[in-house]
């Protein structure tokens, strides 16, 4: 089957919509209608500042959407990807107790009752199973949850997309669990090609057992709906039936699935009112309301979201595209629709067989889509972005920055602030993130002139006692109707980066046609004052079971198995990563080169046994070299890991120890290995190959 005409902005208009209704629900997940009522009324709009909470959140039902469809990447796009195959890849993003899941104990939670399995090496589907974890943990939500991304690498194919839903949600979940993520999934597949709310369902329905729970609920919702036009009404009669009271743990699918239902068919096939219905019934609000607002969003596209602006409802303004995505591979931390949009697309062409697409030669920022910002604000001075038509050399849209005297446009490239990453932390899903910009990269962009104004790059670092630091760009005068490409180095002391943007003087505006980055970074990942300030460590991803700086910057101890600690993007490709090892009692130690999460790297060795190693861990560990390697516990060790091309060369005090070759990974990041242990290090350094 080909894909969609309109494909990628569908793709788009879900991934919109699912983060609409994450942060509609998000901030009274778990009420009841009756506690919404008295509190909040109707939820006809955002009410997190009601409830005094952020408005874009770390949370589950984002992060592991748009986490587990990467599944697909690293097994090479293939439709046949099995349970075990998706297993290894939450072994690979997930950081246990830190990331992704709600980490909420054997038998309490769902998803860590699977990770558990996992880890202790039952694989998928055994994992998730009835037979291991009881019928009760293996029908809760979770399942339902993070099952948009597989319907929309399957446009219009429900077999495919109920197929991979259920690989998918078999990994923790099991019996009617599994039937609500196969009938969501079937009914997102076919919103592609499909219009009609009932007859998306009747192909649902054909995927799952007549006898299911799910299908008689489905069965009772619609004839509920067909007898009565009040959803009040039908909403009471739902929860007489299907509440929370009928079924046992703490978010059951069956009657979050049955108030998805309800919601999609009095929505009368309207976005805003149909998130009205979801939210306001109450329960699993964050976990209903993503669900449908992704389903919503494919369905009709951009212009459904947008048809709130006719009842003053701006969904997306406030949003701005941006969502937070903290794995193990931190370069997606911080991120936005658009982006994961892409990803999604790509992977989606991929496995249709065709060659994946990037908008305007893979820019990170593109603008391609109608209405997207992709984070951009202003965040200093006066001004505004908006998308508009036109303007673009590479496409049909393009970024319209105004200024009224002085702005600064940017967009966030790793947390924003110390108080950003702190509130996190305390609220169970922290924000770890790296960097997506370093030192030594090159900054550029397409800019034309609206008006007569002057123009620069700029970025936002962190520095001593965690201040913001800015630098710039040359500037440079355009006159309306100019363009103009602009280029900026990154310094050397601008570490960590944490905004990138625009700065225009005068008044008038600019359009953004596209800004990327490039190149290998020359980079030192741990500064010389390394007692000032936080962000600094912060911009690592901590997959260690204690982090402390006592004597040294890091000081890493490791309980059990392997931790990493990692820093870099997935734009990293060949070059080369030396540190100061100094290992304490550790089983081994060393560094990691293009990591691409916890179970896919490189690394550069030393073992307890006194050997030194050049491993592989695609998943399973394999060693590519070895030699006999004499040394101390508290020894100082200067390693270098070199990566080119397939290429591999281990260097220890300045002496080749190791050579080999492997083609398993082009890009990744950089990082400090241990098993069972301490070690400590003062230094990580990034340079270009010579």
């Not at 049955?258 to 805003?272: T, V, Y």
């Not at 701006?314 to 794995?327: M, S």
């Not at 700065?503 to 190149?519: A, H, N």
């Amino acid at each position: 089957m080909s894909l969609p005409a309109d494909y990628a902005e569908r793709v788009y208009a879900g991934v919109l919509g699912k983060s609409i209704g994450v942060y509609l629900g998000r901030p009274f997940e778990g009420w009841t209608y009756d506690r919404i009522q008295e509190k909040l009324g109707d939820i006809e709009y955002y009410v997190h500042d009601k409830l005094d909470v952020p408005l874009i959140v770390t949370d589950d039902d984002i992060s592991g959407t748009f986490t587990f469809i990467r599944a697909l990447d690293d097994f090479n796009a293939d439709p046949s990807i099995s349970a075990k195959n998706i297993g290894h890849s939450w072994l690979n993003y997930i950081i246990e107790n830190k990331s992704i899941l709600w980490w909420g104990g054997m038998g309490n939670s769902t998803e860590h009752t699977a990770f558990l399995r996992l880890k202790n090496g039952i694989d998928a589907p055994m994992s998730g199973s009835e037979e291991l974890n009881g019928k009760v943990v293996a029908e809760q939500i979770g399942a339902q949850i993070f099952i948009d991304g597989w319907a929309m690498v399957s446009p219009g194919d429900p077999n495919q997309a109920a197929r991979l839903a259920e690989e998918a949600a078999r990994v923790s979940h099991d019996g009617e669990a599994v039937y609500g993520a196969v009938v969501l999934a079937v009914m997102e597949a076919m919103a592609f090609v499909e219009s009609d709310m009932n007859k998306l369902i009747d192909k649902a329905l054909t995927y799952i057992p007549d006898d299911s729970i799910i299908a008689q609920l489905i069965d009772d919702v619609r004839k509920w709906h067909a007898k009565e036009p009040d959803w009040r009404a039908t909403r009471e009669t739902l929860a007489g039936k299907y509440g929370y009271d009928k079924y046992g743990g703490n978010c059951h699918m069956v009657p979050n699935h049955a108030l998805i239902i309800h919601s999609l068919l009095h929505g009368e096939d309207d976005f805003s009112e149909t998130m009205k219905i979801i939210n306001t019934c109450g329960w699993d609000t964050d976990c209903n309301s993503g669900n449908v607002g992704c389903l919503m969003g494919i369905k009709n596209g951009l212009a459904g979201i947008d048809s709130g602006i006719n009842k003053g409802l701006d969904w997306r303004g406030p949003v701005a595209d941006r969502i937070y995505l903290p794995t193990a591979e931190g370069s997606r931390g911080v991120s936005d629709c658009a982006r994961e949009a892409v990803s999604i697309t790509q992977i989606g062409q991929r496995v249709a067989g065709e060659d994946p697409s990037a908008p305007k030669n893979g820019a990170q920022f593109h603008f391609d889509f109608p209405g997207a910002v992709q984070g951009f604000l202003a965040t200093e001075g006066e001004g505004e972005a908006v998308n508009v038509a036109g303007n673009s050399e590479a496409g049909e849209r393009s970024l319209q920055i105004s200024s009224d005297g002085s702005v600064h446009c940017g967009s966030p490239v790793f947390s924003p602030s110390k108080e950003v990453t702190e509130y996190f932390q305390k609220r169970g899903y922290g924000l770890m993130a790296s960097p997506r910009i370093h030192s030594g990269q090159t900054v550029s962009a397409r800019l034309m002139a609206g008006n007569d104004v002057s123009a620069c790059l700029y970025i936002r670092s962190f520095g001593i006692d965690d201040e913001s630091q800015i630098f710039y760009g040359d500037t440079v005068s355009l006159t309306e109707g100019d363009a103009s490409e602009l280029s900026f180095v990154v310094p050397m002391e601008a570490n960590p980066v944490f905004e990138v943007g625009v700065k225009i003087e005068g008044t008038g505006s600019v359009y953004l046609d596209w800004l990327t980055w490039e190149g290998t970074p020359d980079v030192t990942l741990i500064p010389t004052d390394y007692t000032k300030g936080m962000m600094w460590k912060n911009a690592w991803i901590n997959a260690v079971d204690s982090l402390m700086s006592w004597g040294e910057p890091f000081r890493m101890m490791h309980n059990e198995g392997v931790g990493l600690m990692i820093q870099g993007t997935r734009d990293w490709q060949d070059y080369k990563v030396t540190a100061d090892v100094r290992p304490h009692l550790a089983k081994r130690v060393g560094i990691v080169a293009r990591v691409q999460g916890l179970k896919r790297y490189y690394g550069l060795e030393v073992t307890r046994d006194n050997k030194v190693q050049l491993v592989e861990v695609l998943n399973e560990e394999k060693v590519l070299a070895e030699a006999d390697f004499p040394w101390e516990f508290g020894q100082k060790l200067e390693m270098s890991l070199e990566v080119n091309g397939d290429q591999l060369i281990g260097s220890i005090d300045g002496e080749t120890v190791l050579t080999a070759t492997s083609d398993s990974f082009s890009d990744g990041a950089v990082g400090l290995v241990i098993e069972e242990g301490r070690s400590a290090t003062r230094q990580v350094h990034v340079q270009p190959v010579t």
